[in-house]
C-alpha cells in the first residue's frame, strides 16, 4: 500500500499556483518524498525530490514540514500544460529496490 | 531522443496468443523496472533488474509472464496465453543506483498499451 494521502482532485486557474499537498506521517529517516506526474496517456514524469530541506529546480517547489509528515508541491504559475495526475511518492535510496509505489494521485486540472 | 523508449506503443492482441514488448533504457542506468497500469489506477511494480540480474518480481507476475535483459541494456516483456485481465498500460523505468549514493530518481518510457480482445 502507498505510504502517501493525497486530495483525489484540484483546480487551479491558469497563472495561479497550484500546491499539491501530500501527508506521508509514517515516513521513515532515511526515506525521500517523490513526486511524479502523469499526463493522460503518457509515461509518469519526475518533477522533483526532497529529504528534509526545501527544494527547487525549474519545474516545480517542494516544501517538506520540519516533522516531515508532510510536504506540498507547488507549481507556481501552472498552465493548461500542467494538467495531469500528481503522484507524491516516499521510498529509500539504499539497500532496497527502489521500486515506487504509486497510490491514487491528485488529478490537477487547470482551467483557463 | 535519449529517454527511456518502448516499442511498440500499441499492441492489440487475441486472448491466447503470445506478446512481447522491448524496453530501451537511458544508456548509463544500470537499473531496469516494469510496471503495469490500469485504467484509473496508479502504476503497480511488476518486476526489476539491476545490470542483467533480475532481483525481484511482484506477485502480481503470474507464471505466464516473463522478462529478461539479457546483456543489460535493452529489456523484454513477454506475456504468453493473454486473457483478457492483461489489458493495461505496461510502462518501463530506469534509473542509476551506485553503491554508495543508491538508487537515483526513475525516468519512465511513453509506455506500451495492450488490448487483449
Known amino acids: 500500500d502507498a505510504k502517501t494521502t493525497q486530495p483525489p482532485s484540484m483546480d487551479c486557474a491558469e497563472g495561479r499556483a497550484a500546491n499539491l499537498p501530500c501527508n506521508h506521517s509514517t515516513i521513515s529517516g532515511n526515506e525521500y518524498v517523490y513526486w511524479y506526474r502523469q499526463i493522460h496517456s503518457q509515461g509518469p514524469q519526475y518533477i522533483i525530490h526532497g529529504l528534509k530541506n526545501n527544494e527547487t529546480n525549474e519545474m516545480a517547489s517542494l516544501i517538506i514540514t520540519e516533522d516531515r509528515k508532510s510536504s506540498t508541491l507547488i507549481l507556481p504559475h501552472a498552465t493548461l500544460r500542467d494538467t495531469a495526475v500528481y503522484y507524491c511518492?516516499?521510498?529509500?535510496?539504499?539497500?532496497?529496490?527502489?521500486?515506487?509505489?504509486f497510490g491514487q494521485g491528485t488529478t490537477l486540472q487547470v482551467k483557463p | 531522443d535519449t529517454g527511456v523508449s518502448q516499442d511498440p506503443r500499441h499492441k492489440i492482441t487475441k486472448r491466447g496468443q503470445n506478446v512481447t514488448f522491448r524496453c530501451d533504457p537511458i544508456s548509463e542506468h544500470n537499473r531496469l523496472y516494469w510496471y503495469r497500469q490500469t485504467l484509473g489506477q496508479g502504476p503497480e511494480f511488476l518486476t526489476y533488474f539491476q545490470n542483467e540480474a533480475q532481483l525481484e518480481k511482484s506477485r502480481l507476475l503470474s507464471d505466464r509472464f516473463s522478462a529478461e535483459r539479457p546483456k543489460g541494456s535493452f529489456s523484454t516483456l513477454e506475456i504468453q496465453r493473454t486473457e483478457q485481465g492483461d489489458s493495461a498500460m505496461y510502462l518501463c523505468?530506469?534509473?542509476?543506483?551506485?553503491?554508495?549514493?543508491?538508487?537515483?530518481?526513475?525516468?519512465f518510457g511513453p509506455g506500451t498499451r495492450l488490448t487483449v480482445t
Open positions: 523505468a530506469s534509473s542509476l543506483a551506485l553503491i554508495k549514493q543508491g538508487d537515483y530518481e526513475q525516468y
Open positions: 511518492i516516499v521510498r529509500g535510496r539504499s539497500g532496497n529496490t527502489g521500486k515506487l509505489i
